[in-house]
């Protein structure tokens, strides 16, 4: 089992060293995961990393490797390594389900424990979160853009490789068919799917060869690629090499929205009317929706969707706001830093809707807000006393995903820039 403890700051550690030293380490404290607002003018975001987040939390432990590094480096001292040997994180957490829709103030996660255990896991959530979470906000977009045609995640070679692979189970989670990333496969069990690139062509002395080839060896349910050279030729030689039955086509350059209807009348000119048309080249959400009217059938998108589509992170913030006083009671603690102020006091989150059409966002601060009976309760058990208790698969949180957006507002799908769909409203 490898060890996540040293995917963290520098300074979680030498806090935890003057809080042991003080003796306030030990006192009970609340620490809150969310965002102030939403990143790149959008509507809305996705929460995604949850199950990640929990994977990475069971290895959280500092073992003699670890802790000798940590002597070696000087990080911090003697009986600061002697308290980090015996780490286990003990408390509670409490979060948005893994798919569920966030807005700004929403309490994403809500850890409990005591500071010193609580505050070694900022880095570690923040890290998971606010990337699977760009990712997922971004995917969603461009699966509503494209209006119930599959969409195909095939961006790792255009980021970090276990980036790649956390972005594949991110986007699977918002709706994204299938990944061409075999590890999150592995790892995850993301459908994966692939045929051939430019340079399966381009080996072979003619397309005619090289679209044979392929099909001799995968059937005449794969996909040909056909603008390596003249998209036009292509087609007319795919038909012949595979008949009328042929699986698909894929286009990944050009003026796509003409080069699609083009190929369309030609695919039904042929024969080969239930030829479906998949298209690539750097697509992001606002060129899948200028694709609705298109005879597409398909999108493969990669660099917009694994960078978060121009917004690669979530702007989560992770904050101390609540914690014992002297006496044991709890007290809301807050940061009132200009443009980056937090509101003190363990939140409970709860979606007013109407008719099954999510209103607001209500957030209690210390108890949970009045409930209409229409009203749904937003946080869920994730760690009790240190044990993990939620253990959702990806097709819950897949599901769970569905099931929140579609309790939005119309306003929700709109890919202009824009305001928070619902407000939230602090009580």
Not at 369 to 392: C, I, S, Y
């Amino acid at each position: 089992m490898t060890s996540t403890a040293l995917s963290t700051d520098r300074y979680e550690l030498t806090m935890l060293q003057a809080a042991l030293a003080d003796g306030t380490a030990h006192r009970r404290s609340v620490f809150e995961l969310f965002s102030r607002r939403l990143t790149g003018g959008r509507r809305y975001g996705v929460v995604a990393g949850t199950g990640r987040a929990l994977d990475a939390l069971e290895r959280f432990r500092f073992g003699d490797e670890e802790l000798e590094w940590l002597r070696a480096e000087s990080v911090v001292d003697a009986p600061t390594l002697d308290w980090l040997a015996d780490y286990r994180f003990s408390g509670s957490i409490w979060g948005y389900a893994e798919g569920e829709v966030y807005l700004p103030q929403s309490p994403v996660l809500v850890v409990e424990s005591t500071f010193a255990e609580g505050v070694l896991l900022e880095t570690l959530l923040l890290s998971v979160l606010n990337h699977d979470s760009a990712i997922a906000s971004a995917g969603a977009r461009m699966i509503q853009a494209a209006t119930g045609r599959p969409c195909i995640e095939m961006g790792s070679r255009r980021t970090h490789d276990a980036a790649a692979v956390a972005a594949a189970r991110a986007a699977h989670v918002v709706g994204f068919a299938a990944t061409s990333n075999l590890e999150a496969g592995r790892t995850y069990g993301v459908p994966t799917t692939g045929t051939s690139a430019h340079a399966f062509t381009l080996l072979h002395d003619s397309e005619r060869d090289a679209f044979t080839a392929q099909v001799d060896s995968l059937g005449v349910g794969t996909t040909l690629l056909v603008d390596t050279y003249d998209v036009r030729e292509a087609i007319r030689t795919a038909v012949e090499v595979a008949g009328t039955g042929l699986g698909a086509v894929r286009i990944d350059s050009g003026d796509l929205v003409s080069l699609a209807r083009q190929v369309r009348r030609q695919l039904d000119d042929l024969g080969a009317t239930e030829t479906r048309i998949i298209v690539t080249s750097d697509l992001d959400e606002h060129a899948i929706a200028a694709l609705a009217a298109a005879p597409v059938d398909g999108y493969g998108v990669g660099t917009s969707l694994v960078t978060g589509s121009g917004v690669p992170t979530s702007g989560f913030v992770y904050k101390l706001v609540s914690r014992a006083a002297d006496d044991g009671t709890m007290v809301p603690v807050a940061k009132a830093s200009t443009a980056k102020t937090s509101v003190g006091g363990r939140k409970y989150a709860v979606r007013r809707l109407t008719d099954g059409v999510a209103q607001a966002e209500l957030v209690g601060i210390g108890e949970p807000p009045a409930h209409d009976g229409d009203d749904r309760t937003l946080l869920v058990e994730l760690v009790r006393d240190g044990e993990r208790v939620h253990h959702a698969a990806l097709a819950d949180a897949a599901a769970h995903h569905r099931a929140a957006i579609a309790e939005l507002p119309p306003a929700a799908l709109q890919l202009s820039p824009g305001g928070p769909v619902l407000d939230t409203l602090l009580t």
